[in-house]
């Protein structure tokens, strides 16, 4: 069963670090299509990569940068 229906506004973190609303356009197969507000642009995605509110995805944001390793340059090995 589908998670949101055609019309719902949904929020997806982009590049992990950027929250976008969109708008669901059509489901199938566990993917939606998905049109940006801001831009008009749409991609099709995964449904564990919608969130309904803003809030759901910033804690979604929040812990996922909070578990990350810290990059490290191969100076830091000598």
């Known amino acids: ?9 949904v929020f997806i973190i982009e590049s992990n670090r950027i929250i976008r609303e969109a708008t669901v356009l059509k489901s199938g197969g566990g993917f939606y299509t998905i049109r940006f507000a801001d831009s008009g642009g749409g991609i099709k995605v995964r449904e564990n990569r919608l969130y309904a509110t803003k809030e759901d995805a910033q804690t979604q944001l ?11 340059t191969p100076y830091d090995f000598m």
């Open 1 to 9: 069963m589908a998670k949101f229906k055609a019309g719902d506004a």
């Open 62 to 72: 929040t812990s996922s940068s909070l578990n990350s390793q810290k990059h490290r």
